[in-house]
């Protein structure tokens, strides 16, 4: 009834220019040349707080904790490659782990800084765990939600197939074209779907927010970039092992629908002792920093109190 393609929105929603969230900015990067969308509020009152965004998300899913810390923080919402205003190249190849870890190198030098704590959600966390693996000098302090390292997670799922049923979108999401469509059919009804749905959806999540991530989205070509970093997720496949030791807080939704607390256990087994602190949050589900913004907000500032004291 609303056809096989989504309708393209000719205007953003009022809340993505909200000015208590932070002024929007431009970004081009060294490495690439390409260009990054952010929105930074609180320059000067602190160290930077960078946070990366996860599917089918962008910087708007970080609102509560822009408004929370810019008053201790230069806190930075970027939009990563292939969302939103964003560059967005086609081709497959250039969504790679590599590429995409040297954008976020780029973006925290590029801003001014050597290092930075470093928020991250889904997506946005797989790059989190890499970087802190790979470039440990970038981040004083990690706080990760609902996403597990890739050695980690691979391992797990080949023990607990309940996982990888779970996770069973991603192989349809290795498809050329196809995931496209299916995404944008009915007017992105399976994104709405994901987004708003009563038990695994954003609780509260009004019909301007949900705008706020369906809108780019609908844009021609908007969902082609997201989809490629999926398209690349089984490059480096298999994985060896990797001790983890850079200092991180861990947030995980007990009624995640993607990913099961087992995946817990299994990080917490390759952390050097003594630098994870993980708190497992209560009824939650995948989507902690828009639904459980006020328990992740104090657990976040007991993490970092000791840098606020400086």
Known sequence: RRGCCGRPRRAAPACLHDPALGEHCVLTLRSSGLRLHYVSAGRGNGPLMLFLHGFPENWFSWRYQLREFQSRFHVVAVDLRGYGPSDAPKDVDCYTMDLLMADIQDVIQGLGYSKCILVAHDWGALLAWNLSIYFPSLIERMVVVSAAPMSVYQDYSMRHIGQFFRSNYVFLFQLPWLPEK????????????????????????????????????????????????????????????????????????????????????AISSRFVPGRLETHVLRGAGHWIPQSHPQEMHQYMWAFLQDLVDQ
């Open 182 to 265: 299916l995404l944008s059919m009915s007017d992105f009804q399976i994104l709405k779907s994901t987004l708003t749905h009563h038990k695994t959806g954003i609780p509260r999540l009004t019909p301007a927010e949900l705008e706020a991530f369906l809108y780019e989205f609908s844009q021609p070509g908007g969902l082609t970039g997201p989809i490629n970093y999926y398209r690349n997720l089984f490059r480096n496949f298999p994985l060896e092992p990797q001790e983890l030791a850079m200092p991180t807080l861990l947030l995980w939704g007990e009624k995640d629908p993607y990913f099961e607390l087992g995946l817990v256990g």
